[in-house]
């Protein structure tokens, strides 16, 4: 088995809906772009995996012509949230099996305004098991993940007794990294007060400023060999030591939390970890997904970067931000950068490798030699991912 590297990164600065480029437009740039910093030619791509949610089939194909055509195969891929991770999770896999020494991820999303929804009001919905778990439990209607992730941090709050200021105080830490972050969509300072004082968008604790913004944007990874990378010269590669991709079982529908992916998490990261022979302990800087703040609480004790229970104390002692024990989401995140679904995963790739570049500029962190990714979709997969400098 071949070590898998991550020879070059871009992205697009995410926008909102209705003021982005096409789909085609943003993902051949960011293609260029990794492709560029990679320093080597197109030509020697020998796979493609492109990501997205909301569009026709082949929409891969159509955004890689704009960058080249060379006739390579290209797997159009859809994971919901993570199906940018799960096009990263596919390359990282050809290339470290010896299918081929290179090959190139990339996901983009032109979305529309306002909550998501499905396109496909026809048939059966991939849903059906999690709105049962729901209206089981009462919960007030909602469009789907916004109840799931509302109901997620409402039964956290019952079940340790903590309170919707934890969830204010994770919304004030990422827009405060944004801050630093050029790519960042949203990089207006909040208070924890104008985080709890905003709409109420769900039950009686969840406001406007606990949930990610619907965007448009793309980013891409090319992935290579080891063989590859010392032949053409790749000297500031980043290896993926690490990554795993899981999917729900029974637990998953046994409370809100487990729903929205907690043992999903929990199980992934374990195997990454030992596949990797790092523990979570050694990481330095964590790009997590929170398309909620709620998530984000949920994902700290799933990722075992604090035990169950604990995320009120982690906060309150500073241990998701510089000076603490883990930087968690320098990007700004989800919260603040945007998530166009199918660029989400690709964006958090190219955070963590200019982390542990050392090129993060003003929001990097002080010796970032390991870091952890994770991305989440509900239906669901989800995919943790480990790199080391």
Known sequence: ????????????????????????????????????????????????YAGYVY????????????????GIPVVNVNNNCSTGSTALFLARQAVKSGAVE?????????????????????????????????????????????????????????????????????????????????????STPLTEE??????????????????????????????VSEAFAKKHGISNGVEIVGQAMTTDTPVSWTDPVKLVGSDMTARAVAQVTEEAGIGVEDVNVVELHDCFTTNE???????????????????????????????????????????????TGLAQCYELVNQLRGNADKRQVEGASIALQHNLGLGGAAVVTMYKK
């Open 297 to 343: 609480v949920i994902t700290y004790e799933g990722l075992g970067l604090c035990g169950e229970g604990e995320a009120t104390k982690f906060v309150a002692d500073g241990d998701n931000t510089y000076g603490g024990k883990f930087v968690v989401n320098p990007s700004g995140g989800l919260m603040s950068k945007g998530h166009p679904l199918g660029a």
């Open 1 to 48: 088995m071949s070590k898998a590297i991550v020879a070059g990164v871009d992205m697009v600065k995410f926008a909102k809906p209705g003021q982005s480029e096409s789909y085609r437009v943003m993902a051949s740039k960011a293609i260029q772009g990794a492709v560029k910093e990679a320093g080597i030619d197109h030509t020697l791509i020998e796979q493609a």
């Open 55 to 70: 569009g026709d089939s082949t929409c891969g194909q159509h955004a890689l012509y704009d960058a080249f055509q060379t």
């Open 194 to 223: 104008d985080v709890m004082t905003a709409p109420v968008v769900f039950m009686d604790f969840l406001t406007r400023y606990m949930c990610c913004p619907p965007t448009c944007g793309a980013g891409a990874a090319v992935i």
């Open 102 to 186: 290179c090959a190139l991820a990339f996901g983009f999303e032109e979305m529309q305004p306002g909550a998501l929804g499905s396109h496909w009001d026809d048939r059966e919905s991939p849903f059906d098991n999690f709105l049962k778990v729901l209206d089981e439990k009462e919960y007030p209607q909602a469009p789907l993940a916004l109840r799931c992730f509302g109901a997620a941090g409402h039964y956290y709050m019952e079940k340790y007794g903590a309170t919707a200021d934890l969830f204010a105080k994770v919304s004030v830490k990422t827009r405060n990294h944004a801050m630093n972050n050029p790519y960042s969509l949203l």
